[in-house]
T-cell receptor, first 115, second 118 residues
Framework: GENVEQHPSTLSVQEGDSAVIKCTYS??????FPWYKQELGKRPQLIID?????GEKKDQRIAVTLNKTAKHFSLHITETQPEDSAVYFC??????????????FGSGTRLQVQP | GAVVSQHPSRVICKSGTSVKIECRSL??????MFWYRQFPKQSLMLMAT?????????EQGVEKDKFLINHASLTLSTLTVTSAHPEDSSFYIC??????????????FGPGTRLTVL
């Protein structure tokens, strides 16, 4: 099955700095890579996603890059703000034996933005 | 975007009792729903796939007789934790994918259910 590894597990940055979180995946059949922000006790919130036919996507301060050959993708947050502090998860959409696709999540990164 | 609801949001029960959690797609039909479990400070782990009109499929290590899944309709899936024990205490989250044909893209998550077994 799919294995998604995520690094670092914790990340502390100063307000205004950039933050980068990296993930690798193992299944070349994975074709969709979302990133989620999760606050304590709440559902994951989709912040950006990328499909396997695209190498980079940007949405204001957030960007994601995908390297299919190397099987890795990264989240970039620029001009970080204290409200960016949360746990971030990467995920890969992989096929199940049934033909459906489910998400395999990385282990998460706790981002702390210091004012 | 599509909306998925879950009920209850929080439940506390005694060891040995059964707990039912409902997951509903409010404005779209979902022949497939997924159930995830998240222990404190850990990631979301897929437990099972709920399939409308057929049996649920379970991930390795998940006991199908303990976690009963019923996809009752195109908008409702239920997860019943039978004979719950303290180690079942966790955050249970359901999701439903957008669209019914491959490839599936965005999944919409319910708000989650916090289960505490005393």
């Amino acid at each position: 099955g799919e294995n998604v590894e995520q690094h670092p597990s914790t990340l502390s940055v100063q307000e205004g700095d950039s933050a980068v979180i990296k993930c690798t995946y193992s299944d070349s059949a994975s074709n969709y890579f979302p990133w989620y922000k999760q606050e304590l006790g709440k559902r994951p919130q989709l912040i950006i996603d990328i499909r396997s036919n695209v190498g980079e996507k940007k949405d204001q301060r957030i960007a994601v890059t995908l390297n299919k050959t190397a099987k890795h993708f990264s989240l970039h947050i620029t001009e970080t703000q204290p409200e960016d502090s949360a746990v971030y998860f990467c995920a890969a959409s992989t096929p199940l034996p049934t033909g459906r696709r489910a998400l395999t999540f990385g282990s998460g990164t706790r981002l702390q933005v210091q004012p | 975007g599509a909306v998925v609801s879950q009920h209850p949001s929080r439940v506390i029960c005694k060891s040995g009792t059964s707990v039912k959690i409902e997951c509903r797609s409010l404005d779209f039909q979902a022949t497939t729903m997924f159930w995830y479990r998240q222990f404190p400070k850990q990631s979301l782990m897929l437990m099972a796939t709920s399939n409308e009109g057929s049996k649920a499929t379970y991930e390795q290590g998940v006991e199908k007789d303990k976690f009963l899944i019923n996809h009752a309709s195109l908008t409702l899936s239920t997860l019943t934790v039978t004979s719950a024990h303290p180690e079942d205490s966790s955050f249970y989250i359901c999701s439903a994918p957008q669209g019914e044909g491959p490839p599936y893209n965005e999944q919409f998550f319910g708000p989650g259910t916090r289960l505490t077994v005393l």
